[in-house]
Each structure stands twice: as C-alpha cells, then as structure tokens.
T-cell receptor, first 113, second 116 residues
Framework: KNQVEQSPQSLIILEGKNCTLQCNYTVSPFSNLRWYKQDTGRGPVSLTIMTFSENTKSNGRYTATLDADTKQSSLHITASQLSDSASYICVVSVGDSSYKLIFGSGTRLLVRP | GAGVSQSPRYKVAKRGQDVALRCDPISGHVSLFWYQQALGQGPEFLTYFQNEAQLDKSGLPSDRFFAERPEGSVSTLKIQRTQQEDSAVYLC??????????????FGPGTRLTVL
C-alpha cells in the first residue's frame, strides 16, 4: 500500500532555532516528492518539488533532501520565525498516474518567541 | 482570479441533508482536483477533472458523493444524505498542466463541513 509517514507529529522550537522534519515513504512507482506548508485554516502551499534524481532543493530558509534509495526525505528549516508555525506535509506523487498525490499526516510546528 | 477560491468556507449540515461545495480554479487551469482532509490528517484524493471530463473518481468514498465541472471551469462537489463521518475539510486544487510528473497543484482554502 502506498504510504507516507512523517515524524515527529508535532514539534515546538524557539524562534531563531533550526529544526528538521522527517518523511519516509513506500510509494511505487515513485515520481516526485513535495513538501507543503499548511497554515491553520488555509490550503497547502508548495515549498519544494524533487524528482528521484535530485537529492537537495532549497527555497529560502527551507532545504529539502531526498534519498531515493532509502525512500527518506527531510525538510530543514533554518533560523525559524514565528510565521513558520504551521503544518508541514510530505507528499509523494505516484509515477503511473502522477497527478495522484499521497499525503503524509504532517508535522505540526510551533515556533515560540 | 489570483488563486483558487472555495465557497462556502464553512458549512454546517444536519445529518441527511444534501450539500453543495463550490470551487473556482485559477483561470485557465485545465486540471482540477478535490481532496478530503480529516482533522489532523493529510488530504486524501477524491476526484480529478481534465477540463470538463472527470477522468478519475476512484477516491469518492460512496455513491453519495458526486462531482461535476460542466464547462471546464467551476466545479461543484455534492454530498447527498450527509453522514457524520463526512465531516472534514474539502480542498480543491487546480493545475495548469495535464497530468505530468511535475504538475504544481495550487490549493484553495477549503470548505469545512460539519455534519451534526
């Protein structure tokens, strides 16, 4: 069964600190992996998209990594800000019908002043 | 418009009532998707439209759920005889590309449905 698992479920950090969120997937065939940020009451917004041949991609203070061999990804947030408080969702696209996205349950991040 | 819009943003229905949720995709976007997001969970795929054609409805949980996009733009998700387990946020997303391995999906804010 195609699954995406994320850890931790929730995380609290102090403003200015770094953090790393983890994602493991069992999706086949794999097409690409995305990280989305979802603010409370809003729809998800894409942060990064990576294919199997890409092992790192940055978007400002967000850096995603992908190890297609171990089927693991991480999202690193540098110098956190209060506005980073949100859910971060790892999403994998299934290769044979790549419009179909498999979502993880997300990591809820709270950045405290 | 500037982004995907959905209406209403909140809907409270009594069990057994029919509801209709509307999605206005980004102008010109060919592909449209509906997702269901239960509390504390990631979204789950419901259905996919390419223009007015519903190409995949494999995620619709029962025959009480029906979606349409008659003119290839606005879409409506209809739920008949709502049940408490239908309570969720219903997200709509649109994309400028047709399928493809790298299509960016832009999400609306969702409609939060509560069935009493």
């Amino acid at each position: 069964k195609n699954q995406v698992e994320q850890s931790p479920q929730s995380l609290i950090i102090l403003e200015g600190k770094n953090c790393t969120l983890q994602c493991n997937y069992t999706v086949s065939p794999f097409s690409n992996l995305r990280w989305y940020k979802q603010d409370t009451g809003r729809g998800p917004v894409s942060l990064t998209i990576m294919t199997f041949s890409e092992n790192t991609k940055s978007n400002g203070r967000y850096t995603a990594t992908l190890d297609a061999d171990t089927k693991q990804s991480s999202l690193h947030i540098t110098a956190s800000q209060l506005s980073d408080s949100a859910s971060y969702i790892c999403v994998v696209s299934v290769g044979d019908s790549s419009y179909k996205l498999i979502f993880g349950s997300g990591t809820r991040l709270l950045v405290r002043p | 418009g500037a982004g995907v819009s959905q209406s209403p943003r909140y809907k409270v229905a009594k069990r057994g009532q029919d509801v209709a949720l509307r999605c206005d995709p980004i102008s010109g976007h060919v592909s449209l998707f509906w997702y269901q997001q239960a509390l504390g969970q990631g979204p789950e795929f419901l259905t996919y439209f390419q223009n007015e054609a519903q190409l995949d409805k494999s995620g619709l949980p029962s025959d009480r759920f029906f979606a349409e996009r008659p003119e290839g733009s606005v879409s409506t998700l209809k739920i008949q005889r709502t049940q408490q387990e239908d309570s969720a946020v219903y997200l709509c997303a649109s994309s400028s590309s047709i399928g493809g391995s790298y299509n960016e999906q832009f999400f609306g804010p969702g409609t939060r449905l509560t069935v009493l």
